[in-house]
Every structure is written in C-alpha cells, then in structure tokens.
C-alpha cells in the first residue's frame, strides 16, 4: 500500500511541476514576442533628432525618401557595427520564437536542456541589443561640430526590448534550474495534496478493519468448546 502511494504522489508531483514549467514558458514567450515587435520598430530609420550645421533624422537604417536625413557626409564604422549587431539581434529573435513555439509540441517535452537553450539565446540577443545602441549613441556624441540630439520613441522602445528579453532569459534560466520545485508549494498544490492524504488515509482504515473483521469471524467457532455430559454413578 506505501508503495502504490509513494508511486501516486511522485506522478502527482511530476505533472503538477511539468504544467507549471510550461506556463512560464508560456510568459517567456510572451515577453521575447513583445521585445520583437518593439525591437522592429528600428525599421523605421528615425531613432534620433539633430538640429545644428546638419538638421534632421539619424537612424541604424535612414529612408531619406520618407523623411529629412541629417546630412553627416559618410556613414562611419560604429553605425556599421551597430547595423550588423542589430540584424543579428533580429536574426536571433524570429530563431527563438519559433523554437519556443515549437518546444510546446509532445515531442520536445522530454528536452531536458531546452530552458537553458532559450536561456542564452534571449541573453544573447538583449546583448546584442544593448551592444548596438550603445554603438549608435556612441556615434552620435561624436558628431562634431556637437549638435543638439534628441532620442525619439523608437530609441526608447529599442532599450525597452533588450530588457524584456533579458528579463525573457531570467525566466527560462529558472525554469531550468526548476523554480517550480517542492520549496514552491501553491496554496491549489496544498489543497490537492490534503486531499488526497485524505484518501489515501481512508482506504488504509477500511482495509484494516476488513482484516480485522475477517479474522474476527474466522476465530469464533474456535472459540466454543464442546462439553460432553457427565454421567452420576450411584
């Protein structure tokens, strides 16, 4: 009976670690697909605002026939390394969400270093990220004569995204190193566990007092004794 309930447990425990393990995939997954969109947004080319000797937008990719482009004379090699640091940030970033996905499937449940891959992934890219801006305001404070620069929206939103997907591999490293552990314990955990101690409780008490019972009626007619009758003699 102990070991069909050690059994019933451990498989209890299993499934309920195993559903909570993809629910915080689930919300990595979210925030990585959150940081793509933001990070997109470079598309647009205007990431920041000069005014002085060179007025107008600068950005990792300028469309100068949507907007007014600064006119800075050649593209210097901090806006190329931004550009390449950047594309392989994307790059990495539609890699990791359709992994991500596809890790949801039956036959990539049984990975067991899958977190861990998602983890460096996501670090990877919000470094990259934080590498290619750093980059591009690095060049921009360069400009000389100094102008005045003023970051847009999308610049905001590019750092906005290197945090959520750092915050996207945190996540997948303690889902790795198993946050849904025995030491978490949910109050729906303790409720379901209490139950079924209950249970099993209860199916021990009625199994021995069926023992008890039977060997009850087996002892009875072993306890009744025949006496012969005695014979006087006078």
């Given at each position: 009976?102990?070991?069909?309930?050690?059994?019933?447990?451990?498989?209890?425990?299993?499934?309920?670690?195993?559903?909570?393990?993809?629910?915080?995939r689930s919300w990595s997954l979210v925030f990585s697909a959150l940081a793509t969109l933001m990070l997109l947004s470079v598309m647009d080319g205007r990431m920041a605002y000069v005014q002085g000797p060179y007025?107008?937008?600068?950005?990792?990719?300028?469309?100068?026939?949507?907007h007014k482009c600064a006119s800075l004379g050649q593209v210097t090699v901090l806006i190329h390394m931004s550009m390449?640091?950047?594309?392989?940030?994307?790059?990495?970033?539609?890699?990791?969400i359709l992994i991500m996905g596809l890790s949801f499937r039956p036959v990539f449940r049984r990975l067991?270093?899958?977190?861990?891959?998602?983890s460096f992934l996501s670090f990877s890219i919000g470094l990259l990220i934080v590498l290619s801006l750093t980059l591009f305001v690095v060049n921009c404070e360069m400009l000389r004569p100094?102008?005045?620069?003023?970051?847009?929206?999308?610049?905001?939103?590019?750092w906005s995204s290197s945090a959520l997907?750092?915050?996207?591999?945190?996540?997948?490293?303690?889902?790795?190193?198993?946050?849904?552990?025995?030491?978490?314990?949910s109050l729906e955990w303790q409720v379901c566990y209490r139950r079924w101690t209950l249970r099993q409780s209860s199916l021990r008490s009625g199994s021995k007092q069926s023992e008890a019972d039977s060997s009850h009626t087996m002892d009875r007619p072993s306890s009744l004794t025949f006496r012969e009758p005695t014979v006087k003699t006078f």
């Open positions: 009976m102990d070991t069909y309930s050690k059994l019933g447990l451990s498989g209890l425990n299993y499934s309920w670690e195993e559903e909570r393990k993809f629910i915080l007025t107008g937008y600068v950005g990792i990719w300028s469309d100068c026939s949507k390449g640091f950047m594309m392989l940030a994307l790059g990495l970033c539609l890699i990791l067991n270093k899958t977190d861990l891959v998602f100094r102008p005045q620069i003023s970051y847009l929206v999308t610049t905001h939103l590019c997907m750092l915050w996207a591999g945190v996540l997948n490293y303690l889902n790795h190193m198993g946050m849904w552990s025995t030491k978490t314990i």
